[in-house]
Nanobody, 126 residues
Framework: QVQLVEFGGGLVQAGGSLRLSCTASGRAFTNYGMGWFRQAPGKDREFVAGSTWSSPFYADSVKGRFTFSRDNAKNTVWLQMNDLKPEDTAVYYC?????????????????????WGQGTQVTVSS
């Protein structure tokens, strides 16, 4: 069983920055595939960024603005969000694939992840 606890989020003006964090329980964090997803009102949940032990992957819509990082010693991942836009407004979810298999071929799919955080609201005003 893995529990994910998220912090961060809030209200920010366009062009501003926010940092989300997600801390996981569990003893095998180093092996976990970790990802950030988001869901805007009326839209499907979509992949934002994530990694296993390799370099992170990013959705095209956030490349160059968002940075995913992880510290395996702290069981924590972060999502640094810069140059935020109103279209980034969504509930952001941390997700964990506790037994990644061919993760780099499937990381964008919600089905890959077996644990989810509670979600944190990010609102970007214009």
């Amino acid at each position: 069983q893995v529990q994910l606890v998220e912090f961060g989020g809030g209200l920010v003006q366009a062009g501003g920055s926010l940092r989300l964090s997600c801390t996981a329980s569990g003893r095998a964090f180093t092996n976990y595939g970790m990802g950030w997803f988001r869901q805007a009102p009326g839209k499907d949940r979509e992949f934002v960024a994530g990694s296993t032990w390799s370099s992170p992957f990013y959705a095209d819509s956030v490349k160059g603005r968002f940075t995913f990082s992880r510290d395996n010693a702290k069981n924590t991942v972060w999502l640094q969000m810069n140059d935020l836009k109103p279209e980034d407004t969504a509930v952001y979810y941390c997700a964990c694939d506790s037994a990644p298999t061919y993760w780099e071929l499937r990381y964008w799919s919600q089905d890959v992840y077996d644990y989810w955080g509670q979600g944190t609201q990010v609102t970007v005003s214009s």
